[in-house]
């Protein structure tokens, strides 16, 4: 499993290297892979993401003593802290955007994008490795969905900040990646943190699936999204 995990890590982080590849995706907006793509993300929300947040739910009432509902709440709440955080920094970036002779390259504001998401990205790297639901058929759908998310998270952000993403941010969060996924498989983090940990991320992907992943115009495509959305659900209830 350790060399599979990071064969996976490393085509995750040569997915970040290779955003310029898909940049034509960007402006291509009636393109049925945007639509399909994001019914893959919101599956997995719901089958992967939400059951898992269970989980973590009985870990942390387990490691810190807390009732069931009282853990329930908790980790709900870091969820809802991690979807607010990440949400606060898109409007950063988009309010810099917006004011005259602004430089999204060069703003203040690239590098705490650039800091929240490698945190992002090196706990996805870590859950390469240590998940609640272990095995070769969960990893596999993780990955996949994360790659996915990928395609959608980089060429955004590549947009936002333009030429220092491509000379900078991407080699920094696709190391971050290595980084997570070296530290899960070489070390052992305790249980709770990463429960924790979880939850924060779970909010920051719930957010950026919506917000990114789900063309909300009239460009967007009902029946390839339907395709992502049962795609996903079938190869999930079958694994």
Do not use: C
């Amino acid at each position: 499993m350790t060399y599979l995990t990071a064969f996976l890590a490393l085509i995750l982080a040569l997915i970040h290297l290779s955003t310029g590849r898909f940049r034509s995706l960007v402006d291509s907006p009636r393109e049925a892979w945007k639509s399909a793509a994001g019914g893959v993300a919101v599956t997995y929300v719901f089958l992967q993401i939400l059951p898992e947040l269970a989980a973590h739910q009985d870990t942390i009432s387990n490691e810190t003593g807390l009732s069931p509902k009282a853990a329930e709440t908790l980790v709900f709440m870091v969820a809802l802290v991690g979807l607010t955080v990440f949400y606060g920094l898109e409007r950063l970036a988009a309010v810099n955007r917006e004011k005259p002779h602004s430089h999204p390259d060069k703003a203040p504001v690239f590098w705490i994008h650039v800091g929240a998401f490698s945190l992002y990205n090196a706990l996805i790297g870590y859950l390469l490795v240590d998940r609640e639901e272990p095995g070769v058929a969960s990893l596999l759908l993780y990955f996949f969905a994360m790659a996915t998310h990928f395609l959608a998270f980089d060429l955004n952000l590549s947009v936002g900040h333009q030429r220092r993403y491509h000379r900078t941010a991407r080699w920094i969060i696709a190391g971050s990646l290595l980084m997570g996924w070296a530290i899960a498989a070489f070390t052992s983090l305790p249980h709770l943190p990463v429960s924790v940990l979880f939850a924060y991320l779970a909010g920051g992907i719930i957010l950026n699936v919506l917000k990114e992943e789900v063309p909300s115009d009239k460009k967007s495509r009902f029946l390839p999204f339907l395709a992502g959305v049962a795609g996903y659900s079938l190869i999930s209830v079958v694994l």
